[in-house]
Protein backbone atom coordinates (compact mmCIF):
# COMPACT_ATOMS: atom_id res chain seq x y z
CA UNK A 1 0.00 0.00 0.00
CA UNK A 2 1.47 3.51 -0.80
CA UNK A 3 -0.26 6.80 -0.28
CA UNK A 4 0.67 9.52 -2.14
CA UNK A 5 -0.11 13.26 -1.34
CA UNK A 6 -0.15 16.34 -3.97
CA UNK A 7 0.61 19.86 -2.54
CA UNK A 8 0.22 22.90 -4.89
CA UNK A 9 1.48 25.87 -3.82
CA UNK A 10 1.32 29.54 -5.20
CA UNK A 11 4.02 31.57 -3.90
CA UNK A 12 4.76 35.05 -3.50
CA UNK A 13 5.72 37.17 -6.19
CA UNK A 14 9.78 37.61 -5.94
CA UNK A 15 9.64 35.01 -4.08
CA UNK A 16 9.94 31.84 -6.32
CA UNK A 17 13.98 31.89 -6.54
CA UNK A 18 14.33 32.13 -2.85
CA UNK A 19 11.79 29.36 -2.82
CA UNK A 20 13.50 26.74 -4.46
CA UNK A 21 16.61 27.71 -2.50
CA UNK A 22 15.20 27.04 0.49
CA UNK A 23 13.68 23.97 -0.59
CA UNK A 24 16.88 22.10 -2.01
CA UNK A 25 17.84 23.42 0.58
CA UNK A 26 15.88 21.02 3.76
CA UNK A 27 13.19 18.96 2.10
CA UNK A 28 15.37 16.67 0.31
CA UNK A 29 16.89 15.40 2.78
CA UNK A 30 14.23 16.20 5.84
CA UNK A 31 10.94 15.17 4.53
CA UNK A 32 13.06 11.27 3.63
CA UNK A 33 14.43 11.19 7.67
CA UNK A 34 10.70 11.81 8.77
CA UNK A 35 10.10 8.40 6.27
CA UNK A 36 8.59 10.04 3.42
CA UNK A 37 9.42 9.70 -0.26
CA UNK A 38 10.19 12.59 -2.30
CA UNK A 39 8.12 11.28 -5.66
CA UNK A 40 8.33 14.68 -7.63
CA UNK A 41 8.97 18.47 -7.64
CA UNK A 42 7.98 20.98 -10.35
CA UNK A 43 7.84 24.80 -10.91
CA UNK A 44 6.00 26.93 -12.76
CA UNK A 45 7.86 30.10 -13.21
CA UNK A 46 5.67 31.91 -15.25
CA UNK A 47 3.06 32.15 -12.79
CA UNK A 48 4.74 31.17 -9.39
CA UNK A 49 3.60 27.86 -9.05
CA UNK A 50 5.53 24.67 -7.24
CA UNK A 51 3.93 21.39 -7.39
CA UNK A 52 5.37 18.23 -5.30
CA UNK A 53 4.32 14.77 -4.59
CA UNK A 54 5.58 13.07 -1.08
CA UNK A 55 4.50 9.30 -0.57
CA UNK A 56 4.76 6.57 2.00
CA UNK A 57 4.59 3.02 1.56
CA UNK A 58 1.67 3.05 4.58
CA UNK A 59 -1.95 3.41 4.71
CA UNK A 60 -3.75 6.61 4.94
CA UNK A 61 -4.25 7.08 8.68
CA UNK A 62 -0.28 6.18 9.04
CA UNK A 63 0.60 8.56 6.39
CA UNK A 64 -1.74 11.33 8.03
CA UNK A 65 -0.09 10.36 11.41
CA UNK A 66 3.42 11.00 10.07
CA UNK A 67 2.41 14.09 8.97
CA UNK A 68 1.01 15.25 11.60
CA UNK A 69 4.19 14.15 13.58
CA UNK A 70 6.35 15.89 11.17
CA UNK A 71 3.90 18.88 11.75
CA UNK A 72 5.30 19.08 15.23
CA UNK A 73 9.30 17.89 14.68
CA UNK A 74 11.71 19.86 15.42
CA UNK A 75 13.24 19.23 12.07
CA UNK A 76 10.14 21.07 10.64
CA UNK A 77 10.81 24.37 13.55
CA UNK A 78 14.33 24.18 12.08
CA UNK A 79 13.31 23.64 8.40
CA UNK A 80 11.14 27.24 8.95
CA UNK A 81 13.00 29.32 11.39
CA UNK A 82 13.20 33.10 10.38
CA UNK A 83 12.16 31.91 7.09
CA UNK A 84 9.19 34.69 5.61
CA UNK A 85 5.85 33.42 4.43
CA UNK A 86 6.73 32.61 0.54
CA UNK A 87 3.29 30.72 0.11
CA UNK A 88 0.15 32.62 -1.23
CA UNK A 89 -1.69 29.98 -0.85
CA UNK A 90 -1.80 25.96 -0.69
CA UNK A 91 -3.76 23.06 -1.92
CA UNK A 92 -2.39 19.76 -0.55
CA UNK A 93 -4.66 16.47 -1.12
CA UNK A 94 -4.05 12.83 -1.05
CA UNK A 95 -4.35 11.32 -5.22
CA UNK A 96 -4.98 7.99 -6.26
CA UNK A 97 -3.22 5.88 -8.89
CA UNK A 98 -5.85 5.89 -11.83
CA UNK A 99 -4.07 3.22 -13.84
CA UNK A 100 -5.17 0.41 -11.52
Known sequence: MKTIQLR?????????????????Q???EARPAAG????????IRETNEF???????V???TFTAMDEAWKASDARAAAFAG????????????????RG
Not at 51 to 57: E, G, R
Not at 83 to 98: A, E, F, H, M, N
Open 36 to 43: FTIEFAYG
Open 83 to 98: QPQRIVSTDIRLVSDV
Open 59 to 61: DVE
Open 8 to 24: RYVLVDGEYDAFLDWYD
Open 51 to 57: VWALSAD
Open 26 to 28: WMP
